[in-house]
């Protein structure tokens, strides 16, 4: 974590060693979703709760780096209580800002910002992106089973 600011590793360090929302419930109103990342040997599941288009509970666990894991912790924290298209959108343009591609500057990523220096560090996008992903994925099943 060379590139990334004191500050950045401050937080980074404090939702590793004391992750927000950890622990899968596996209740049946959960969608949950599975996802690794064999170069870095993440494991992460998440699961979401969504009701009347907001989502109201997020949880995840699994194993991993520190930027894997305290991404997960602050994803959790930051989507939490949001309706589920801000949401969408919120991760679609993090997961463009961590892979350095073009994202909305607007969008207020809240302490996500904190993986902005990911973008130089080739190697752990993939750690920084798993947990948004698998979010992601258990809102687009969501939708499926509304269908
Ligand atoms: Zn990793």
Redesign the pocket.
Known sequence: MTNLSNLYRQVIMDHYRNPRNKGITNAPNYVKCHLK?PS?G?MIDVESLVEDGIIKDIHHDGQ??S??CASASIMSEVIKGMKVDDAKYLIDNYLKMVSNQEYDQNVDFDELQVFDGVKDLPA?VR?ASISSQALLNTLKKEDETDA
């Open positions: 990342n870095c993440d991993g780096c930027i894997c752990r750690c």
